[in-house]
C-alpha cells in the first residue's frame, strides 16, 4: 500500500518528499495533523532499514516534529513506530501526531478523529507542508 503512494498510483495529502524519504496525512488519524514518515525504500519494520537510511528517514522526523508544532500550534508531539505487532501497513512508517494537553492521548485505548472534509484535511497537510524548514 505505501510503495503504491510512494509509485503515485494511490493518492495520499503529502507535506514532505525527499529521494529517501516521504511523508503524508494518516487517514485514520489519532488527531488531525497525525502524520506517517516512510522510507521510500520498501522495508518492513525499524530492524531491516539500511544504516544509510536511518539519518535521512530521522531528519525528516524531526522537521516533521518541528513543522507539527509550528504549522498546527501543538504543544508537542507523540512519536511511534509499530513494527509488526498492531502494524497495519507492512512497510516501515513513523507515526508523528500532534499532543495538545489535556488531549486525552492516554494507556492505549486512543481517540480516532476525523477530517470534517477533504478542504480540511487538506488545510491540515498545507500547515505542516508550508512550516517546514
Ligand atoms: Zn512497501
Known sequence: ????????????????????????????????????????????????????????????????????????????SFVAINNTVSQSVPHLHVHVVPRHKGDGLRGFFWPRAKYESDEQRLDYAARIANALE
Not at 2 to 19: E, N
Not at 30 to 37: A, E, I, Y
Not at 51 to 69: D, N, W
Request: charged share 15%.
Open 1 to 76: 500500500m505505501f510503495c503504491s503512494i510512494l509509485a503515485g498510483q494511490t493518492s495520499a495529502d503529502f507535506v514532505l518528499r525527499t529521494p529517501e524519504v516521504s511523508a503524508f496525512l494518516d487517514v485514520r488519524p489519532l488527531f488531525r495533523g497525525h502524520v506517517l514518515v516512510v522510507p521510500r525504500e520498501h522495508v518492513v519494520t525499524i530492524g531491516e532499514i539500511a544504516p544509510a537510511q536511518i539519518a535521512p528517514l530521522f531528519g525528516a522526523v524531526s522537521r516533521i516534529a518541528r513543522a507539527i508544532e509550528a504549522g498546527l500550534g501543538a504543544h508537542g
